[in-house]
């Protein structure tokens, strides 16, 4: 990534999905004074975000104040980016497996604030590189310290397949009656081609006539009620046992239910029928279905007593400290369970630190897997908490997790399990990494350190050094963005951790390729990064090309020494290679590009543009 403005291209509007609120119809535009004009304005701060491509440039930053780009296209320094795109991180060793499998296929968000809360009537979103990946709009109503405040979509889609070029993105709201000043981004991009690029945002609204209290129209009070309840009236006694006639039965919390006896037509299915049928249904729906009737709840209870596979992040909006004090109880056979976005930007502290720990302490030993990804609600002694609570976790996902000090690490070093880390900007400091190394290094196997700012070097010290020294059985590693990693450190990490399949040291400034290559091409590598190092030239894709016969992704952005030879010497060694990215890389000409890609049509060849 990196270059400069680009030629003038504008497209027309895409086709966009108005969503209507559940249980009410929409209501008309509310009533505005005739006097006023429509209040526009741009972003004025980016409150949260789930990841940035750049630290200085392609970062959040960039989304604050009017266009810099647009009407231009290309890839632009000046524009906010997201960290992936297409199916590439799906498909090589450190991605996760999938914690049941939802519709839910939002991979990013971006939350921003703009100065003056308006009804919103129009948000205009200015993509100025492979635009489409927007599914979703959401709100945050400003509705004082209302209980029924929650994001509310204001607009959803599916990932749109648009010709290459700029466009100002304008979807149809869903017309409310709510004034907002927050509005919240959702991105899946992995239907892209290549990175997504995002200049500025516009939010077009007007004030009501009158300064209401209550800024919540009865319609969308509806929707509010239909989401802040979703668990309380499953967590309330709509509930009953299976000891004898389900028609007498009781609550499972103890209290007589107050929802429908009867269950319609799954009456007449046997007990062990409906739980079958029951289980097929993912998380979110089954709590959804738990509020319907007695039978019902009794049965989504007894699927969730028993389920291994448990997803909130769907949700992550409704969830809050009284669902988990609900589904804690039920969760004494949880062993995956994936919790990521729940308090990213809870409002008014529905939801904290303390439903976390209810949940580990149920969870407890036999949970193995724990994602927490962007919960600003995980603070040090709720880790610490989880730490102790559940020693036998093997995957812990605490990337962008805010809430966290540099202390927070050392609690990590109770997990002898660990083989999955992500720690993705976060506040890790050497001290804290080789805690976590010299505790959990004999069982780590996935590591990701991208974007972590504060591993600085002490006294002259690479903080990245205690990988080497006691994680030998690493088979992937992202140290992306760590301009303090030197050449004689990663030589040391490819001496100790043969099994290393993955390897990503993009925008490392201080690495000297053509000085650790052969280090490097001596392990089994599958994907290797060496994004903006700038030193990549013929003769390293050449020991690529006869050391590394199982690589499969390269990226070698900004390589201006590399040459059609190597290229052509790559593509020759490197038969199982199905991603390559030459962008920038001064010396290829696009007629090389289309010859290859004619040559080996397995192969995926990026080249960005600026022009």
């Not at 009407?71 to 799906?90: E, H, I, K, S």
């Not at 400290?321 to 008014?348: E, Q, V």
């Not at 083989?419 to 010299?438: D, H, I, P, Q």
């Not at 990988?467 to 990490?493: D, P």
Request: charged fraction near 25%; include cysteine.
């Amino acid at each position: 990534m990196g270059g400069a403005h680009g030629k003038r291209k504008i497209a027309s509007d895409a086709p966009t999905e108005v969503v209507v609120a559940e249980g009410a119809e929409a209501e008309a535009q509310p009533r505005f004074a005739k006097e006023r004009q429509p209040v526009e304005q741009w972003v004025s701060a980016v409150t949260n975000f789930s990841s940035e491509y750049g630290k200085h440039a392609y970062c959040h930053a960039k989304l604050i104040g009017e266009p810099k780009v647009f009407p231009n296209y290309g890839d632009c320094l000046d524009a906010m980016v997201v960290r992936t795109y297409g199916p590439w991180w799906q498909m090589v060793p450190s991605s996760a497996p999938r914690i049941e499998d939802s519709k839910f296929r939002c991979r990013d968000f971006i939350e921003l604030e703009f100065d003056r809360p308006v009804v919103p009537t129009q948000i205009e979103i200015f993509e100025t590189y492979n635009p489409g990946s927007l599914v979703r709009i959401l709100a945050l109503p400003s509705a004082g310290k209302d209980s029924l405040v929650r994001w509310q979509v204001i607009w959803k889609g599916q990932v749109q397949n648009v010709p290459p070029e700029s466009r100002c993105f304008k979807p149809d709201l869903r017309p409310v009656q709510f004034h907002t000043n927050l509005i919240r981004l959702e991105l899946d991009s992995e239907m892209l081609d290549y990175y997504a690029e995002f200049d500025a945002v516009k939010l077009i609204g007007f004030q009501m006539e009158s300064d209401l209290p209550r800024a919540v129209s009865a319609a969308d009070e509806i929707t509010l009620r239909s989401n802040a309840q979703l668990y309380s009236q499953l967590a309330g006694s709509r509930g009953g046992s299976r000891n004898g006639s389900r028609r007498n039965s009781r609550d499972l919390d103890g209290g007589d239910g107050d929802g429908p006896l009867e269950a319609g037509s799954f009456d007449m299915l046997p007990d062990e029928l409906l739980l079958d049928v029951l289980d097929e249904f993912h998380t979110m729906d089954l709590l959804r279905l738990g509020g319907v009737c007695r039978r019902f709840y009794w049965g989504v209870t007894t699927v969730m007593r028993s389920r291994h596979q448990i997803d909130l992040q769907p949700i992550y909006d409704a969830v809050t400290d009284s669902a988990l004090s609900y589904l804690a109880p039920k969760m004494h056979a949880t062993r995956h369970l994936n919790l990521s976005w729940i308090g990213s930007t809870a409002p008014f502290d529905l939801v904290t630190g303390s439903g976390l720990e209810e949940v580990a302490k149920v969870v407890g030993v036999q949970l193995i897997t724990l994602r927490l990804a962007c919960c600003a609600i995980v603070t040090d002694d709720v880790l610490a908490e989880i730490c102790s609570r559940c020693p036998n976790l093997t995957e812990l996902d605490i990337q962008r997790c805010e809430g966290l000090t540099h202390n927070a690490f050392f609690h990590i070093k109770q997990l002898r399990r660990l083989e999955r880390l992500n720690l993705y900007s976060t506040f890790v400091t050497e001290a804290g990494l080789e805690s976590v190394c010299k505790s959990c290094g004999p069982t780590l196997k996935h590591l990701d350190l991208g974007h972590c700012n504060h591993l600085r070097p002490t006294a002259n010290h690479d903080p990245i050094t205690a990988i080497a020294e006691h994680c030998s059985s690493l088979v992937s590693l992202c140290i992306w963005f760590n301009r303090y990693t030197t050449s004689e450190t990663v030589m040391a990490i490819a001496q100790k951790c043969p099994l290393l399949e993955e390897l990503d040291v993009g925008w490392c400034s201080k690495l000297h390729i053509p000085m650790i290559i052969r280090h490097v091409a001596r392990m089994p590598l599958k994907k290797l990064f060496l994004t903006a190092t700038r030193t990549v030239d013929d003769d390293c894709l050449r020991i690529l090309a006869s050391e590394c016969p199982m690589l499969e992704q390269l990226d070698v952005l900004g390589s201006h020494d590399i040459t059609g030879m190597g290229i052509s010497a790559l593509l020759a060694g490197c038969p199982r290679l199905v991603l390559l990215d030459v962008s920038f890389c001064g010396s290829l000409q696009k007629s090389d590009l289309q010859m290859w890609s004619d040559e080996h049509p397995h192969v995926t060849i990026k080249q960005s543009f600026t022009t």
